[in-house]
């Protein structure tokens, strides 16, 4: 046994490059452990990194996937704390370790930081290498599956509500597009968090799903004016927080429902990231522009408690296997899904 399956990008394009290939299975160095990978989620990220970077440069050939819920294979040398066999799940953002941000506890700004499945190999095969101090315990309620949809929406809504935001009980939070996975995690830990959640939406079935998961207003973006419908349930008020990782189609929109002292973040922009917004009503009602990258692992840590206890629930639309991985790439760039799609490797 010294090959493994697993999906390999080697030039960007189409999801036609993404190929299942045999290949050597990955030894652990100092510090780092070997999964045997059960499940990788998708994230946008997966498709920008496919069809190649906006900004630097991606070194191929990669394997993606930075959502990974596994077993520990085998443990590289100095590796303490963990055994083989443990079930876990992966913090996917490495790190310096000695820059002034990581040193203040901000890996999220550490110019140095890499994240699995964009700059090293990930887990959308058999086997992956990550360090041991990028590891979770998997809370024993879940499944793989149900592990692999956690980390990169959940500690991205956390660091964006909780860290960056600073949600209040109380508070309108307003979270864009509610079938998407930032925003099925967010929905969840605003509602958690005391505010009163506003979503947008595409179809009834997702409303009524963003509805169980805490949304306490949806709106129809295609069949209504939802900002107008935001103004008219607040009596004119407003929203104080704005979710948003649509970008340049919801952001000027999304501006005009901010109360006086409202904020906005933003940590993506896939339906475009230049857009042209009024100036004065930033300054005029005390708006505040707030980005958000990522989320660190005590982020994902916080998260994963409120998992564990059963206050916040993954959210998988559609299980494939790896054989399967360019359809799961076809769900993503369809929006035809409401939370994770998932990758099962047996
Ligand atoms: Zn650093």
Redesign the pocket.
């Known amino acids: 046994m010294s090959n493994m399956t697993a999906a390999v990008l080697r030039e960007h394009g189409d999801r036609n490059k993404i190929q299942l290939e045999q290949i050597p299975i990955p030894e652990p160095g100092p510090g780092e452990v070997r999964l045997r990978v059960r499940a990788c989620a998708l994230n946008w990220l997966d498709v920008g990194v496919r069809r190649g970077p906006k900004f630097g440069t991606i070194p191929l050939p990669l394997i993606g996937g930075g959502d990974i819920a596994g077993t520990i294979d085998a443990l590289g040398p100095g590796v303490a704390g963990w055994e083989t066999g443990d079930e876990v799940l992966v913090y996917p953002l490495v ?5 002034e ?2 040193r203040r506890g901000e ?1 999220t700004t ?4 890499q994240i699995i499945g964009e700059h090293i190999d990930g887990g959308l095969a058999e086997y992956t290498v990550v360090p041991a101090e990028n590891l979770l315990p998997k809370p024993a309620n879940l499944s793989f599956t149900e592990a692999a949809a956690i980390p990169v929406v959940f500690m991205t809504a956390w660091h964006m509500l909780v860290r960056v935001g600073k949600l209040q009980a109380g508070e309108r939070a307003l979270i864009l597009g509610a079938g998407g996975g930032v925003a099925s995690a967010g929905i969840q830990i605003a509602h958690h968090a005391g505010a009163h959640v506003f979503t947008t939406t595409s179809t009834p079935e997702k409303m009524t799903l963003a509805r169980e998961l805490g949304a306490d207003e949806v709106f129809n973006y295609r069949e209504e004016d939802w900002v107008a419908s935001v103004l008219e349930v607040t009596n004119g008020r407003g929203t104080d927080l704005v979710q948003d990782n649509v970008g340049a189609v919801t952001w000027p929109a999304a501006l005009k429902t901010l109360a006086r002292n409202g904020r906005l973040v933003t940590c993506g922009s896939h339906s475009g990231a230049e857009v042209e917004i009024g100036i004065g009503q930033i300054y005029h009602r005390q708006l505040s522009i707030l980005g958000s990258n990522g989320g660190t692992y005590q982020d994902l840590a916080s998260a994963l408690q409120l998992i564990g206890e059963g206050h916040l629930h993954p959210v998988v639309d559609t299980v494939l296997p790896l054989e399967e991985i360019r359809d799961g790439h076809h769900l993503m760039e369809e929006h035809g899904h409401f939370g994770k799609v998932v990758i099962e490797i047996q």
Do not use: R, S, W
């Open positions: 790190t310096c370790g000695t820059c941000f990581c890996p550490c110019p140095d930081h």
